[in-house]
């Protein structure tokens, strides 16, 4: 039986985006169940209603995260023409991106936890990323897909290694150090970027 106002899906939605962000901020292992289910406004019972189990609501997060990612970088390929890559790189190695784990990118969030996962999960996660690296090399200047492909994943190898360095240190100095060498090896990595005419994925 619906109760009166309450829309299932949106609740949904709700959680899904809670539960994505606590993991991101603490990890697989660093946060239980009912530290997940308080953040995002639920009981513990609700939660495994929703995802059956704490592995259940991490590959959810999961696909939440990079799916974010696949929609990110086609804003950023539409407002930015052939300028795209240099804002991606720019916003990915800013202080403010460094420093919002909770909201950041799940690239980078998940991914060590990932290493350890079983290979279900494992397959999940390079389906997407086979994606996005589609996305980002649509909009690479190279000789044939395969090269911007190449390209793309020196790239995103660069940003995501390169984000987690940062977010392990504690000196502003050399975060600020390191954020620019990684700017500079990454738009390097990618080559020069062109105007993506068609961003229907």
Request: net charge neutral; aromatic share 8%; glycine share 12%.
């Amino acid at each position: 039986m619906r109760h009166k106002g309450v829309n299932k899906d949106e609740t949904r939605l709700r959680v899904t985006e809670a539960i994505s962000r606590g993991f991101r901020k603490h990890g697989f292992a660093g946060v239980g169940v009912d530290a997940l289910a308080k953040g995002a406004g639920v009981t513990s019972g609700a939660f495994y209603s929703h995802f059956g189990s704490k592995i259940g609501a991490f590959e959810v997060a999961l696909g939440v995260g990079l799916d974010e990612v696949i929609s990110g970088i086609p804003y950023y390929q539409r407002e930015f023409g052939a300028g795209w890559l240099k804002a991606f790189v720019d916003y990915y190695m800013g202080k403010a991106h460094r420093e919002d784990l909770e909201c950041g990118c799940a690239m980078a969030s998940l991914t060590p936890d990932l290493v350890r996962a079983d290979s279900a999960m494992q397959t999940v996660f390079e389906e997407k990323m086979n994606v996005i690296v589609d996305i980002v090399a649509r909009g690479l200047q190279a000789e044939d897909h395969a090269a911007a492909r190449a390209r793309a994943w020196a790239m995103l190898g660069v940003l995501i290694g390169g984000l987690n360095l940062a977010r392990a240190m504690r000196s502003q100095a050399a975060i600020g150090e390191l954020a620019s060498a990684i700017t500079t090896a990454a738009i390097a990595a990618a080559g020069p970027s062109c105007i993506v005419n068609d961003l229907a994925l």
